[in-house]
């Protein structure tokens, strides 16, 4: 399937106009072009998705597909390459077998709500295949860079996707990606499925006992399903004898992260800001998206964060409880009301 569509995909982009090949070969080239349309597959899916069955897992998912689809275009401005999407409309396609394929997934996932969770698992599974050989045939650090971080963005989904599979009483089985490499993406990640509702009782502080030096801030905001976490921790390596001895030693860093909930879990995209000056807008920070966090809650004290970091190379699971019990009371009222 794979070769076929790498070699149809060579055809119809030699008959594009204003081709300019710049630091890339062809290989490297066709693979940004595939993943351009191929991140609006995954988008345009995933809102007719939403329209048929309304739930919110397909919104959320699609938004971050649009980022995915402005990530892949920045590259192909950087390079100078024509965007193979000339017409933004869901469900029209360039490249005639996506549109063949968008077609097919969409009448599958009209079936029935578990069918169309399938289907986004699916799309994902193609994404992390199609993202790992596009990554294996480039040496360019920018390219990669784009690769993984949309890596990060796809595992998780793949996570999310699954969850509401498996929530459902249906044991999950890989697609197009082996079950072994299913299994290492997915793994036993987060807590168990649970009827809890996320709500505004949340906000507080949260961490996890034994790294007790760090943790995060969370806000619910109900009126637009949205879930704002900063994570304060520190770098990847040890520091230094002389900035571990300083209070203000740059080796401790806040994550932000935000995104939308449903349920028990919220789906949020993790940025870094850095490059401004303390106490001053001379020059402007810059923000740049990072990874992705799935963030879960079993009840009013207790959840879990599941976090895909490639720029510094980390994936893992945080059990997070909160620092004080004070609002567990209002956390548990609301919940009872929803």
Not at 285 to 301: A, D, H, K, L
Not at 312 to 324: D, K, T
Request: negative net charge.
């Amino acid at each position: 399937m794979k070769k076929g569509l790498m070699l149809l995909f060579t055809l119809v982009l030699s008959g594009l106009p204003g081709i300019v090949r710049a630091q890339l070969d062809a290989t490297e080239t066709e693979y940004l072009l595939l993943m351009r349309e191929e991140e609006k597959l995954a988008r345009d899916t995933y809102i007719t998705l939403y329209e048929a069955w309304g739930l919110n897992t397909f919104n959320n998912i699609s938004r971050s597909e649009q980022r995915h689809m402005d990530a892949i275009l920045t590259q192909l401005n950087r390079f100078g390459l024509a965007d193979p999407v000339v017409d933004d409309t869901v469900g029209v396609f360039t490249n005639p077998t996506l549109a063949s394929y968008y077609s097919d997934l969409v009448a599958l996932g009209d079936v029935s709500l578990m069918d169309a969770l399938h289907v986004g698992a699916y799309i994902e599974e193609l994404d992390i295949f199609d993202l790992w050989e596009a990554i294996e045939t480039t040496d360019e650090a920018t390219l990669i860079s784009t690769y993984e971080n949309l890596l990060a963005g796809s595992r998780n989904h793949l996570r999310a996707f699954v969850n509401q599979i498996t929530s459902r009483g249906t044991e999950y089985s890989a697609q197009h990606l082996t079950q072994e490499q299913v299994d290492a993406i997915v793994g036993d990640y987060g807590l168990p499925a649970t009827d809890f509702e996320i709500n505004a009782g949340l906000n507080d502080a949260w961490y996890y006992p034994q790294t007790s030096g760090q943790g995060f801030f969370i806000t619910v905001y109900p009126d637009t399903k949205t879930l704002f976490l900063s994570w304060f921790t520190f770098d990847t390596e040890q520091p230094g004898e002389s900035a571990s001895a300083n209070l203000g030693s740059p080796d401790q860093r806040w994550l932000t992260a935000q995104g939308n909930y449903e349920g028990s879990q919220a789906d949020l995209q993790v940025y870094v800001t850095g490059g401004g000056i303390f106490d001053s807008s001379d020059p402007a920070p810059v923000t740049e998206q990072y990874g992705s966090i799935v963030v879960r809650f079993e009840g009013c004290n207790s959840g879990s964060v599941t976090y895909d970091i490639p720029g510094i190379g980390q994936y893992g699971i945080v059990p997070i409880e909160r620092i004080a019990l004070d609002n567990v009371a209002h956390c548990e009222n609301l919940a009872n009301n929803l």
